[in-house]
């Protein structure tokens, strides 16, 4: 049976292909060999709602695919998912451990999320948002916290070094009393 995840990866790759979101070089530079440089994804601060909305959608695309219901941003998850992403950067490695010795459990609770931790997805790369969903989707034990049945939450931040590295963060989660960022994002 094809998995229904492939389809979903190449609506993705589509919407990855549309996005303006985030700055890079106007103009593309070549390298010696007369192949295109890397150019460094940054974010602006004004890209955040954009950022954050694009992922929910693809989560979502890629959920509906499954079968699965919908997640939306919440306030407390995106809180705890920022923190950590801060903390890494200054950790200098991605993991799940805060600096403190703190567990993802202890930051959800922390910001006061009433809710069930589920799960937590993270990177270290200078990828956009989309190329690190889609790293995600490839990845079994990452893919199951993305398309956990029971997640109706998710909070989704990242920090952002000088030279355009990228910590990202996705934590998901199921609450009683929701309090999305749905409004404000989408």
Do not use: C
């Given at each position: 049976?094809?998995?229904?995840v492939i389809p979903a990866l190449a609506a993705l790759a589509a919407v990855a292909a549309c996005t303006t979101t985030g700055s890079t070089s106007a103009a593309m530079r070549l390298g010696p060999?007369?192949?295109?440089?890397?150019?460094?994804?940054?974010?602006?601060?004004?890209d955040v709602p954009q950022i954050q909305a694009r992922m929910r959608e693809?989560?979502?695309?890629?959920?509906?695919?499954?079968?699965?219901?919908?997640?939306?941003?919440?306030?407390?998850l995106t809180s705890a998912a920022a923190t950590h992403a801060r903390?890494?950067?200054?950790?200098?490695?991605?993991?799940?451990?805060?600096?403190?010795?703190?567990?993802?459990?202890?930051?959800?609770?922390?910001?006061?999320?009433?809710?069930?931790?589920?799960?937590?997805?993270?990177?270290?790369?200078?990828?956009?948002e989309i190329q690190t969903l889609t790293a995600w989707l490839d990845q079994r034990d990452t893919r199951a916290i993305l398309l956990d049945p029971r997640a109706r939450e998710i909070g989704?931040?990242?920090?952002?070094?000088?030279?355009?590295?990228l910590w990202w963060v996705l934590t998901t989660g199921v609450s009683n009393q929701p309090q999305a960022l749905a409004a404000a994002a989408g």
């Open positions: 049976m094809p998995s229904p060999d007369g192949r295109p440089l890397p150019v460094v994804y940054r974010i602006r601060e004004g693809s989560i979502n695309a890629v959920r509906a695919q499954a079968g699965v219901a919908p997640v939306e941003l919440s306030v407390e903390d890494m950067s200054i950790q200098g490695r991605p993991w799940h451990f805060g600096s403190d010795g703190s567990s993802p459990i202890d930051r959800v609770a922390r910001v006061g999320y009433r809710g069930e931790f589920l799960g937590e997805t993270l990177s270290e790369t200078y990828e956009t989704f931040a990242w920090h952002q070094e000088a030279n355009g590295k």
